[in-house]
């Protein structure tokens, strides 16, 4: 998540595999390596400031689980809605396989309900 939080795609990018099966993918996303890529560039567009902290982790043959904490500040405009200027915080749950060194496999939840509503765009 280093990498993610600095911002630096490139590195993110050469660690997915070009055939990613992600069995999460957001709405609307491409399928494959090309999907998970534009999902970190939307969210790292729409909130400059996200940070992702690792609270636990699991690895057990090619298998890693996590759970992390997602923060960040909404400046621009994600999912087609309008920079709201307010923050998040929510807990995610992730789990890949990898082969040869990358990301080959993803499967995750997020608590998106919590964070559409923090960010104003849904009632509580």
Not at 79 to 99: I, L, N, T
Not at 108 to 122: I, P, T, V, Y
Request: proline share 3%; net charge negative; glycine share 10%.
């Amino acid at each position: 998540m280093s990498e993610l939080n600095a911002k630096d795609m490139a590195t993110m990018e050469s660690i997915i595999a070009d055939d990613l099966v992600d069995n999460d993918a957001m709405p609307g996303m491409a399928p494959g390596n090309e999907g998970m890529i534009d999902m970190m560039r939307m969210f790292v567009g729409a909130f400059p400031d996200l940070n992702v902290v690792v609270d636990h982790r699991v690895a057990e043959g090619d298998l890693v689980a996590g759970v992390m904490t997602t923060e960040g500040t909404q400046t621009g405009e994600f999912m087609g809605m309008p920079a709201s200027g307010k923050k998040f915080s929510v807990r995610e749950m992730h789990m890949v396989r990898v082969a040869n060194g990358k990301m080959a496999e993803h499967w995750g939840l997020a608590n998106e309900l919590s964070m559409m509503q923090q960010l104003g765009f849904m009632s509580e």
